[in-house]
């Protein structure tokens, strides 16, 4: 089995805080990046009108070439960015009309990294990550949550960020 894996980055900027995290995270892993802000994602159609758009072909890469998959987004009024939603609610596509690409997300493994203006991250955040990991039969690995302080990541997170990269790339 392939180990590699990928960081999905949902931010609605490319070079924001989010993105500075993930890029120690690349860094320790040597894990690529997908930034869902360059790709043409619609949201989710119960008549998949959306269909010939990125999502499927993007998906498709994602589960033949990684095992690991870990979701990093921006903290938007106490949730997941629409971003990253938009991705979550179109992997119900892979359920309906591509569910080869659906079964094989069975067994890969996914993480979360959360980026907030405040080092809290309040309760309930993670559960659409763990609950979507359980439903899709992935295992759910862990998750990190980040702040960023004067445009630069906390030492003390750092640590924290090198041990989460660690045990992803386990
Ligand atoms: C629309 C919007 C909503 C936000 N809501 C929250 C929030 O609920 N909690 C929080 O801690 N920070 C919130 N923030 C701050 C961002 O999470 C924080 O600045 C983050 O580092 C931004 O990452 P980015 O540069 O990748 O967008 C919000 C920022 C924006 C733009």
Known sequence: MNKKGVIILGSSRNNGNTNKVVSFVKDKTGFDVIDLSLKNINPFDYNFRHKDD?????MNKI????NTIIF??????Y?????????????TDCLIIEKEIGRKLRGKEMGMISCGSDSELKKGFKMPFVESANYLGMNYIGD???WIEDDCIPDSLKKELTIFSEKIID
Do not use: C, E, G, Q
Request: charged residues 15%; hydrophobic residues 50%.
């Open 63 to 66: 589960v033949s070439n990684y």
């Open 144 to 146: 990190v949550h980040t």
């Open 54 to 58: 990125d999502f499927i072909p993007l």
């Open 79 to 91: 949730a997941m960015s629409a971003t990253l939603k938009m991705f979550f609610d179109r992997i």
């Open 72 to 77: 990093a987004t921006p903290v938007y009024w």
